[in-house]
């Protein structure tokens, strides 16, 4: 990983530490995981869930009966999610926090989720991830992951600094260096060796910010 990583894992962080970040997955992700992946995924399937945060998609896979994996490069993320499991009763994931500068292992998977994760890289880096977390997916393993569009504001509130990627200039993660693709085509060319089931979209607002997203679920043949 990159001197990006670095400064971005400074910025989560600080976040954080100021707050726990604790919510339920977003409608988008709960609705693909049942339309594409529930039905494929048999008892006990391994879920890798790349930059899990504080476990508000972990939470939802172990609730649906999948052995989970939550990889994340804040500790104090790590923290606050094997913290939401005791509160909730639950046995934590198996939790590996992942160092910048080191190469990252994912290990083998059903079901690889890069969500809300990979676009707060550069895109070197965003990319990287994509092409050793496809290569750790099992053969009809599926993969899910979202991007920002080039008109979700952090990226239009950016100022690009290298190809597809960007230094953030709002209030609340200021300096973080962010990626996107672009569009849907070159989100699946970023996905070399998986075949798309469902390219779309989704977008919410936070105050009035447009927060606007695509997403590709695939298989890997
Ligand atoms: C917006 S949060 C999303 C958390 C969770 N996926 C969700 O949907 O609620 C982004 C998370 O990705 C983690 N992250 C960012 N870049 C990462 C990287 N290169 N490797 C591992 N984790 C990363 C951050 O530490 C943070 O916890």
Redesign the pocket.
């Known amino acids: 990983?990159t001197q990006a990583?670095d400064r971005?894992?400074a910025v989560?962080e600080q976040l954080y530490q100021a707050g726990n970040?604790m919510?339920y997955?977003v409608e988008q992700l709960v609705r693909l995981f049942y339309r594409h992946a529930r039905r494929m995924l048999a008892p006990g399937a391994l879920v890798v869930?790349?930059?899990?945060?504080?476990g508000?998609?972990a939470e939802f896979f172990v609730r649906e009966g999948c052995r989970v994996i939550a990889?994340?490069?804040?500790a104090t993320?790590l923290d606050v999610l094997q913290r939401r499991f005791m509160h909730a009763h639950l046995p934590a994931p198996e939790c590996r926090l992942?160092e910048p500068g080191e190469k990252?292992m994912i290990p083998e998977c059903d079901l690889l989720v890069f969500?809300?994760?990979l676009y707060?890289?550069d895109a070197e880096?965003a990319r990287t991830?994509l092409r050793e977390g496809i290569a750790a997916l099992r053969p009809g393993g599926m993969l899910m992951v979202n991007m920002p569009t080039p008109r979700h504001h952090f990226i239009a509130n950016a100022t690009q600094i290298a190809a597809d990627t960007f230094e953030f200039r709002g209030a609340d993660q200021q300096g973080a260096i962010m990626c996107t693709p672009g569009s849907m085509q070159a989100l699946v060319q970023w996905c070399a060796g998986i075949t798309p089931v469902e390219q779309g979209g989704f977008a919410h607002y936070n105050a009035e910010r447009r927060a606007e997203f695509m997403h590709l679920v695939g298989r890997k043949e």
């Open positions: 990983m990583a971005n894992r989560w970040y919510r997955p869930d790349y930059g899990a945060g504080s508000n998609n990889m994340d490069i804040s993320a992942v990252v969500w809300d994760v707060y890289n880096t991830l």
